[in-house]
């Protein structure tokens, strides 16, 4: 045998003599058929194959690709399986595979996968598939392939079962890893035939292929677009529906399950619970996988090393995906999925899971704080703290140090630990940070700081200086995005939800917010960002949330330097005056021929979200007036008085609710108590008799004192 590898080797150089000093087609020809026998039986080591390269270049296979009719006796392609043969062993070199030469060959590679295959041409496809694979794994490869139309080649050969197909589906799972977005711009229609193959498959196979297919249908369901708007999309969902149904209402093993719940968690994540269909049997399949997702968490997590399997780290998170939904479907009021029997039950079965995440947290070490999984569990934690925090409320109390010190931790290293993929129901584009621990837990801190103990542990915990510093990050991130953002960026939605952690704080907490230096320089900025914020109106309810805790704030820290007639002061206090100002108008009443007080249409949209900062902001103006002297100038300049007292003076009486009434006499008292410009202002736009008709009798007697 040695001997005839060493004669193999000898010949092999012959041949690479005469290649080199070939003087006609035919002698090189000749040779190249016997390097071509050598490198089809596996015989050359990478030197070698190095070795051809330089002797042949990439001349000579660029001439066998396009060559036309080949000697007699020989098959159609003998050129071209000759050409690819080389290009193949070339291609074996990493630093080959990227060249420009090969890369410009993408097209003729696809061609002859989507070309009919005969016995003869299999050989070539072999060497297709070779060459595709070593240019993927290059550095520009991929992206070669994707713009050159190689994922619209491999889902053709796929679908039609063509020779290799099996490679080709492989190929386009390493394309989708790497560039799915690019992938799904270019060849949806193609992708969407694959997802439509194999989605048929997963539904009619009795055998293990059906989990073989779990793991693999993830990664063709995209984020985007959405499978939902298209016929053949939505056909494709309720294959893979009826699928999951069959496997998960059967008894199954561990490894059967886990693939499963994985597959239903990716398309969860992918179209909400539009996939589930309404009615009876797709409440139970929903509230079957919630239950099932429950069960996965409780017992892994109870355990005493969790996650030391393969794979369960993966298996739940996907399961708190499938969770989240059910949290999401219990509070669902319009068209709901589940009954109300249902979601009571699911709630019961949700809070075990969440002891158990709790249990889990409460095991980790400071040392694994970076790892994904605990930032997958703090999240999923975080959504049932936003909607339920009468549950579990003694353990999440213990909980909280913990909380406040992850999200800090997290916050201030900016932690991008992120091999787990984090799975997301709402999009978290915007958010600066890689990992924003924080804005998952701010729902559930706004409901704890308005009671007493979990408000204390976070207050003792150091969470409003952290708040705080959040708060200005968020703040910079919102000012560099576009303009326009509909809708609100995650880091708007953070900024809204931390000023309600900061109104409960000021309501209950006055003497934290007088000593802690930390909401002096919240306040400063509040005076900065209202002037800024207030003229873009498309975010009216942000703006509404800084102008009322900033009012609030005001009445707390009044001998602040700060707020001592300051430009910055002036400014937003001349800002807080025309949001709320602005908020009511006179309109056409369709009942009558007169007119009535409505929200101004600029406010309209957003009004169920302003209303109550609108009047509790009205009541903060209100504490502020007998604070600030310089405070009666601004209310003058802004002429709200003429403004206020013509709007009450044209529109009838009964449209205006006692509520409203509540809220224009509570400043307009203030006002006039005092400063003599504005109760004079008042009186002379008919303030007596307004005040009379509308049955403010504080304001009347105000009016009526010289």
């Known amino acids: 045998m040695a001997s005839d590898g060493g004669d193999g080797t000898a010949t092999l150089k012959r041949c690479l003599g005469v290649l ?33 390269f330089d002797a042949i270049g990439f001349t000579f296979p660029n001439r066998l690709l396009t060559s036309g009719k080949p000697p007699a006796g020989c098959p159609e392609h003998t050129f071209k399986a000759l050409g690819l043969t080389l290009l193949a062993c070339f291609c074996t070199d990493p630093e080959l595979a990227g060249h420009s030469q090969i890369l410009n060959k993408i097209p003729t590679f696809n061609d002859i996968l989507v070309s009919p295959c005969n016995p003869d041409t299999t050989t070539m496809i072999d060497d297709v598939y070779q060459c595709l694979s070593a240019v993927m794994a290059t550095a520009r490869g991929p992206r070669e392939l994707v713009a050159k139309g190689t994922v619209s080649a491999l889902c053709q050969a796929y679908v039609n079962c063509s020779y290799g197909s099996d490679r080709a589906l492989t190929l386009l799972l390493g394309l989708l890893a790497i560039a799915e977005a690019k992938c799904w711009q270019r060849d949806a229609p193609h992708l969407l035939a694959v997802l439509s193959k194999l989605s048929d498959d997963f539904l009619k196979t009795e055998d293990m292929t059906k989990f073989e297919l ?107 995906v499938l969770i989240e939904l059910g949290i999401q479907e219990c509070l669902r009021e319009e068209k709901p999925l589940l009954e109300e029997v249902q979601k009571m039950q699911l709630m019961r079965i949700m809070e075990e899971a969440f002891g158990a995440v709790i249990f889990y947290l409460r095991q980790v070490k400071q040392e694994e704080l970076q790892d994904p999984f605990i930032f997958a569990s703090v999240r999923i934690l975080g959504a049932w703290m936003a909607e339920e925090t009468s549950c579990l409320k003694q353990e ?85 995005e576009p303009t326009s953002l509909t809708p ?67 009445r707390i820290l009044a001998s602040s330097a700060v707020l001592q007639g300051t430009q910055s002061a002036k400014e937003f206090f001349g800002a807080a005056i025309r949001f709320l100002s602005q908020a009511h108008t006179a309109q056409a009443d369709p009942s009558s021929d007169g007119l009535a007080v409505a929200v101004s249409p ?105």
């Open 214 to 320: 779990c793991e693999v249908l993830p990664h063709f369901i995209p984020l985007s677009p959405p499978l939902t708007q298209d016929l053949q999309g939505c056909e494709c969902l309720h294959r893979l529906y009826k699928g999951l149904a069959n496997i998960l209402g059967s008894k199954l093993s561990q490894s059967q399950r886990d693939p499963a719940l994985k597959l239903a968690a990716c398309l969860v994540q992918a179209c909400g619970s539009e996939w589930i269909p309404p009615g009876s049997a797709g409440s139970k399949f929903l509230a079957l996988l919630v239950n099932l997702a429950c069960v996965e968490v409780r017992l892994t997590l109870e355990e005493p090393d969790p996650l030391e399997a393969e794979g369960k780290r993966e298996v739940v998170t996907a399961c708190y």
């Open 396 to 480: 999440i109390c213990e909980l909280l140090p913990f909380l406040v010190h992850y999200a800090k931790k997290h916050f201030k290293e900016g932690n991008p630990a992120a091999s787990l993929p984090q799975p997301e129901l709402v999009s978290t584009e915007g958010s600066g940070l890689p990992q924003d621990a924080l804005r998952f837990l701010l729902p559930g801190f706004c409901h704890l700081t308005a009671e007493d103990r979990p408000r204390d542990i976070l207050i003792s915990e150091g969470a409003p200086a952290l708040l705080c510093e959040y708060f200005l990050y968020q703040w910079e991130v919102l000012t560099s």
């Open 20 to 52: 080199r000093d070939a003087r006609n087609d035919s002698e090189q020809f000749a040779a190249l058929l016997l390097v071509t026998k050598a490198v089809r039986a596996g015989e050359v080591d990478a030197k070698t194959r190095r070795q051809i």
């Open 602 to 706: 600029a406010y309209a949209s957003a009004w169920a979200d302003v209303r109550e900062l609108w009047f509790l902001g009205m009541q903060a103006l209100a504490g502020c007036v007998p604070l600030f002297p310089w405070l009666l100038q601004a209310v003058l300049q802004a002429r709200w008085l003429e403004g206020l007292s013509e709007l009450l003076t044209r529109v009838a009486p009964a449209s205006v609710d006692f509520e409203l009434i509540a809220a224009f006499q509570g400043v307009l008292v203030e006002l006039a108590r005092a400063s003599k410009p504005c109760r004079d202002v008042i009186l002379s736009h008919r303030g007596g008799e307004w005040a009379n008709l509308y049955g403010m009798a504080a304001l009347e007697q105000c009016l009526s004192e010289q």
């Open 488 to 554: 609100p960026t995650s880091a708007e939605m953070s900024l809204q939800t931390a000023c309600g952690i900061f109104l409960n704080l000021v309501v209950t907490a006055p003497d934290l917010v007088r000593r802690d230096k930390t909401f002096s320089s919240l306040m400063d900025m509040l005076l900065k960002s209202l002037p800024l914020l207030l003229p873009q109106k498309d975010h009216l309810v942000l703006a509404a949330n800084i102008a009322t805790l900033g009012l609030m704030m005001a």
